[in-house]
């Protein structure tokens, strides 16, 4: 059975780190495109970063560049997004996806969100005083 397990969220004050996982089960990350998108209350979904399990080429929004880094562990079936200087506006569910994919398809599968055919559950992101 294909998962995908998120953790790591929780509260955060203003400025501050948090670093989610997505532990894949079930298959492996080799050849998938694999990305963080969110969502917050009363807004459309938005891909927040992408990576290919294959060779490492990255996307990010323009609204985390800088602040958010992902990367992959193919040998533990596991993806991170750090995120850096967290602000009130990241609160959102945070979910992990996957679509199987070469690199140059990280741009879209980010933007679009299609082809990513196996979704996690999610993880609440909360940025906050």
């Known amino acids: 059975q294909l998962q995908l397990v998120e953790s790591g969220g929780g509260l955060v004050q203003p400025g501050g780190p948090l670093r989610l996982s997505c532990a894949a089960s079930?298959?492996?990350?080799?050849?998938?495109?694999i990305g963080w998108f969110r969502q917050a209350p009363g807004k459309d979904r938005e891909g927040v970063s992408c990576?290919?399990?294959?060779?490492?080429?990255?996307y990010y929004a323009d609204s985390v560049k800088g602040r958010f880094t992902i990367s992959r562990d193919n040998a533990k079936n596991t993806v991170y997004l750090q995120m850096d200087s967290l602000k009130p506006e990241d609160t959102a569910h945070y979910f992990c996806?996957?679509?199987?994919?070469?690199?140059?398809?990280?741009?879209?599968?980010?933007?679009?969100?299609?082809?990513?055919?196996?979704w996690g559950k999610g993880t609440l992101v909360t940025v906050s005083q």
């Open positions: 996806a996957a679509g199987y994919g070469a690199s140059t398809s990280v741009h879209v599968k980010c933007l679009t969100s299609r082809g990513m055919d196996y």
């Open positions: 079930g298959f492996t990350l080799v050849h998938f495109v």
């Open positions: 990576i290919s399990s294959s060779d490492g080429t990255t």
